[in-house]
């Protein structure tokens, strides 16, 4: 039964302000047997907390295998499907059933549906952040650390829509030479970026290096050094000698980026205006309260019907086989 003073933010508001909720939320994810999978954009207490952190392809993997009763998705709703199309038979609960992404919002099933017809003989690739529905209408779903290989996986004269980032589909356009036709989606975080910005900041740090992940736009991704996935932008700065970095990317990634190099700098990539930042505020809905509130009463649950979880599954599937074909 779905608890109204769950929804209106009551329960949160009552936690005893004196709980170590770092101790509450281990207890409670030890006697219920189960695991939080944190996405790298979440704030760093949350990524504290987490039995495992990654990116989107990351995630998806880690769900495919967990063998916990329950997945505590500390991301959002998209990702939280995927881990429940993954395991129907689990329960998976979300911290906060409103964080959506701007993106996922951009490709509404209807219009794409529309749009598929109005160009028959192409496959569909879709990146994971869609929600179902956009699944069942996909023939494989990728991410951004195995995008490129899925594409080039395909024969040079398929046709393909890609679908719902732009940005990211303007770029393995670029990488591969395809002509894959796009969906008009982007991410609110990731366009905010300010080119005039960087220049300047460039200026004023000449030795370090813009790493930017593939939903930035085009002028942005020009200027970068690296261009890759969250764990690969990761991976980068610690493996690169350079000492300073400034990541286009949410802010989020940053934590995991100064816990593994602390030697070294990193700045936030600046966005296009004063008041906004580069924080996804759907991923930072999630706090610890609302973690500690979920598995306490294994609520918000995320449910799906059976007939939506099997449609959506085969494109997912075919994505892991392939990633796991390439040793992604
Ligand atoms: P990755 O997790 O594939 O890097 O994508 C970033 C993102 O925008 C997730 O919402
Ligand atoms: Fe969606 Fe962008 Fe937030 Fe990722 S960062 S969840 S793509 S709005």
Redesign the pocket.
């Known amino acids: 039964m779905y608890n109204k003073e769950l929804e209106k933010g009551y329960l949160e508001k009552k936690i005893d302000p004196s709980l170590d909720l770092f101790e509450e939320i281990k207890y409670l994810q030890q006697k219920k047997n189960a695991v939080i999978l944190a996405h790298y954009?979440q704030d760093a207490d949350i990524q504290d907390i987490a039995d495992y952190i990654g990116d989107s392809l990351g995630l998806a993997q880690e769900a495919q295998k967990t063998n916990a009763e329950i997945i505590l998705f500390a991301g959002?709703h998209f990702m939280a499907e995927t881990a429940k199309i993954l395991n129907p038979n689990k329960k998976v609960l979300i911290p906060d059933l409103n964080a959506g992404?701007?993106?996922?919002d951009s490709c509404p099933s209807v219009k794409f549906a529309k749009f598929k017809t109005e160009h028959p003989d192409h496959i569909v690739i879709t990146y994971i952040?869609c929600t179902a529905e956009i699944k069942t209408l996909s023939d494989i779903i990728c991410t951004s650390s195995n995008a490129v290989q899925i594409v080039e996986s395909l024969s040079k004269d398929q046709k393909i829509i890609f679908a719902p980032d732009k940005n990211l589909g303007a770029y393995i356009n670029k990488k591969t030479g395809r002509n894959m036709v796009l969906w008009d989606g982007a991410?609110?975080?990731?366009e905010i970026f300010s080119l005039e910005k960087i220049v300047k900041l460039k200026l004023q740090h000449p030795n370090a290096q813009l790493i930017a992940h593939p939903?930035c736009e085009e002028v942005v991704l020009e200027k970068a050094d690296f261009i890759g996935s969250t764990t690969a932008l990761l991976n980068y700065s610690k493996n690169n000698n350079c000492n300073e970095f400034i990541v286009a990317t949410?802010t989020g990634i940053l934590h995991q980026m100064q816990k593994s190099s602390p030697d070294k700098t990193f700045i936030p990539a600046p966005p296009n205006n004063s008041c906004a930042c580069n924080d996804?505020p759907?991923?930072k809905l999630n706090t610890l309260e609302k973690i500690y509130i979920a598995l306490k009463y294994e609520q918000p649950e995320l449910l799906m019907s059976e007939e939506l979880i099997k449609n959506a599954k085969k494109p997912i599937l075919k994505m892991l086989e392939l990633s796991a074909k390439f040793g992604l």
């Open positions: 954009y959002v992404c701007s993106l996922a952040n991410c609110m975080v990731h939903e949410e996804c759907y991923m």
